[in-house]
């Protein structure tokens, strides 16, 4: 049966390919997700590539070229071209053409964009994966063009501005593992500098690079590198760690030589794992460095952040705003003010919590109890489906360096503390305030009216660290104007609500050294003040999350409780776990066994204790069960018919399960029990 499986798929592939191969450029997506690497035939990988760089038909970039070969560093060209092509031990009459073939692609490259070639350089190795596909010189040089102006960065050189912008992504979801580097020292550019440059095909298997490269082609996104250079670390993390007394050398000649490890069948999981860690990650990581790849040939610009001195991943002050607001399952943002406290209740974010950074000084013991207060109420905030619930850390300040030197210390707390998804807000609360007034936010249309509120007995919507208002005067009606502005984001949903809402005081107006303590943030508010956090005002659950590939129009809507499912006398075998998208995106589920039948139940994130029903299959339609050895804890079950040509898959289910091994043995138990009874009958 497994083979017959196979058949289908392969003949799946070579019709799925004809098909992206005839499609227009850019739209190479089958309706199954994204075509898997396979071994593909050079002239058929070279069409696709070609499609994938946006090169096919395009002319011949060198006709204009006189051929001469006269730059100062040509020797080195020469070399570097030689020793290339004598790796791949091909007779010397088709080595020589081959040899001249790279040489003149990068000294064209060299005079065209008027840069020179040094040894660090990795464009040989980029060059190799192409050389597989026996391209003609003209589309060997417009393949290279493409992949150097799209996929590799900008100031791509040692303490360069992607290596500073990576390091950050790493202390963003690994700090613990990024803080160990920092000790020893070790900068991501002394390691990562040749995976960037070429990218991998400098310590990947050939095979395995245009593997790669036919997935990370089509996904046509540059700043997925950064996403597998992360896995590739986290992936070596316990076997980083554990070399504690391993001299700084050691550890980077370790750490550059890790992709050599990758073989073809763990690419689909790399990239599973890249593309989740992608979703975890602000948008603005993306949208602030958009300038490190493509065509201009303006440098960086001077006002550009230098990465090199921030302490943490910044935000953009509109990704904070729109994200609690339209990402129900993407990220979404906690937001920590820590501003004095005059500033704060003079005027802040409607849904930020405050953690005044002087107390960090002047009285320690009340900044330990605020940060206790501060994860206590984030958690609950999370359990509750507040719209200002988060799991991302995104600390505020004035946007003032020198007033913002205490916050800093704050960040540098967290961050020592190894507290993953931390973040700063870009330009503080000064970035915050200049936005709304750009978008106009006094418009009476405009989603954002209400967001600025203020503590101090008046409100303003646009105020001034100073209480002083941008572009209006105060309203004169206090606090009961904050209170019907406010109600929007704290509507509720349930007659429940009393024992879900985080009630938590709010500074007062009195000098800045009075402190209020940690027992103060919870309890009645402040001055009629309505809670910061509540239930959302979301809808219960999205159906456009529900995968309706393997589930009846019955299915689709309906929700259960999942503890009344567990504990159903049908059910032999209860498993959690989380289900994992070809996206990469995870959820967490429950995988219920009865004699016939494997359900998932899909948590639903705003209805704690229910679920909707993801999928319903029959045991007897398993046709295989598979895992990774790398990842053995990430399972694979395939659904399929069996009919006169083989065996038709209609479905394919992966989720991620702790202890895979016993969960997996008692299925495969049932399945073999179903399989028997059909047998027999």
Not at 20 to 32: H, Q, R, V, W
Not at 239 to 266: H, N, R, T, V
Not at 355 to 368: H, V
Not at 497 to 526: A, M
Request: proline share 5%; net charge negative.
């Amino acid at each position: 049966m497994a083979d017959a499986v196979e058949e289908v798929l392969d003949g799946s592939w070579d019709q799925d390919l004809s098909e992206a191969l005839d499609s227009p450029p850019g739209d190479l997506e089958s309706d199954g997700g994204l075509l898997q690497p396979q071994d593909l035939p050079p002239a058929e990988r070279a069409k696709l590539w070609k499609i994938a760089l946006n090169v096919a038909g395009k002319g011949d970039s060198l006709s204009s070229w006189d051929g001469a070969l006269d730059l100062p560093e040509q020797t080195l060209i020469h070399n570097r071209s030689q020793q290339l092509i004598d790796q791949l031990g091909l007779p010397e009459e088709e080595s020589r053409g081959l040899v001249a073939d790279v040489e003149a692609v990068i000294t064209f490259y060299c005079k065209s964009r008027n840069v020179a070639f040094t040894p660090d350089l990795g464009w040989p190795h980029l060059l190799k994966p192409l050389l597989g596909l026996q391209l003609p010189r003209s589309d060997l040089y417009n393949c290279f063009y493409a992949i150097m102006n799209k996929y590799i960065p900008r100031d791509c050189v040692a303490k360069g501005r992607p290596f500073h912008l990576y390091r950050l992504l790493l202390q963003y979801h690994e700090p613990e593992l990024c803080s160990f580097l920092d000790t020893k020292k070790i900068t991501p550019d002394s390691y990562a500098f040749s995976w960037l440059g070429s990218l991998f095909a400098s310590h990947c298997l050939p095979d395995v690079t245009q593997a790669m490269w036919d997935i990370y082609f089509q996904q046509a996104d540059p700043f997925l590198i950064f996403f597998l250079m992360l896995i590739i670390l986290v992936n070596a993390k316990d076997g980083i760690l554990s070399q504690e007394l391993d001299s700084k050398e050691e550890i980077i000649k370790m750490l550059e030589g890790s992709p050599a490890l990758l073989e073809a069948e763990d690419l689909e999981d790399l990239f599973s794992l890249a593309q989740y860690y992608y979703s975890k990650t602000p948008l603005s990581f993306r949208k602030e460095n958009q300038n490190l790849f493509g065509s201009s040939l303006v440098a960086l610009r001077e006002e550009d952040m230098d990465l090199s001195q921030a302490l943490c991943l910044p935000v953009s002050v509109p990704e904070i705003l729109q994200a609690n607001q339209l990402q129900p399952e993407g990220v979404r943002f906690f937001v920590v003010d820590c501003r004095p406290a005059e500033q704060y209740n003079a005027g802040h974010l409607s849904t930020a919590f405050h953690l005044d950074s002087d107390l960090m000084l002047q009285n320690p013991s009340e900044f330990a109890l605020s940060v206790k207060s501060l994860l206590e109420a984030q958690k609950q905030s999370l359990e509750s489906g507040s719209i200002a619930s988060g799991e991302h850390l995104c600390f505020m300040g004035s946007g003032r360096e020198e007033e913002d030197m205490y916050m800093n210390m704050v960040l540098a707390h967290f961050l020592q503390k190894n507290k993953e998804y931390v973040s700063i807000a870009k330009g503080g609360f000064m970035a915050l305030q200049q936005h709304l007034a750009d978008i106009n936010v006094e418009g009476p249309d405009n989603v954002y009216v209400h967001w600025i509120v203020s503590t101090s007995g008046s409100h303003n919507s646009l105020c001034s660290p100073d209480g002083e208002g941008l572009n209006s005067t105060a309203d004169g009606k206090g606090v009961k104007s904050l209170v019907n502005k406010m109600t929007f984001a704290l509507k509720s949903k349930s007659v429940n609500v009393k024992e879900k809402v985080i009630s938590f005081i709010e500074n007062t107006s009195t000098p800045v050294d009075r402190h209020v303590s940690s027992s103060d943030r919870v309890g009645r508010p402040y001055r009629g003040v309505k809670p910061v956090f509540s239930i959302g005002d979301e809808e219960e659950y999205d159906t456009d999350e529900i995968d309706s590939s393997s589930m009846s129009d019955d299915d689709r809507k309906e929700i259960v409780n999942i503890q009344t499912w567990i504990n159903k006398p049908d059910v032999k075998h209860h498993v959690p776990c989380n289900e994992v998208k070809e996206t990469g995106h995870m959820f967490p589920s429950h995988l219920l066994i009865t004699a016939t039948h494997m359900y998932c139940l899909r948590e639903i994130a705003s209805r704690k204790g229910f679920a909707y029903i993801q999928s319903r299959q029959a045991l007897s339609t398993v046709v295989k069960i598979t895992s990774k050895k790398k990842h053995p804890e990430l399972i694979t079950f395939k659904f399929g018919n069996s009919n006169s040509a083989g065996v038709d898959i209609v479905a394919v289910e992966r989720y991620l399960i702790p202890n895979a091994g016993d969960a997996t043995k008692a299925i495969k138990q049932q399945i073999m029990k179903v399989l028997d009874a059909l047998e027999s009958s």
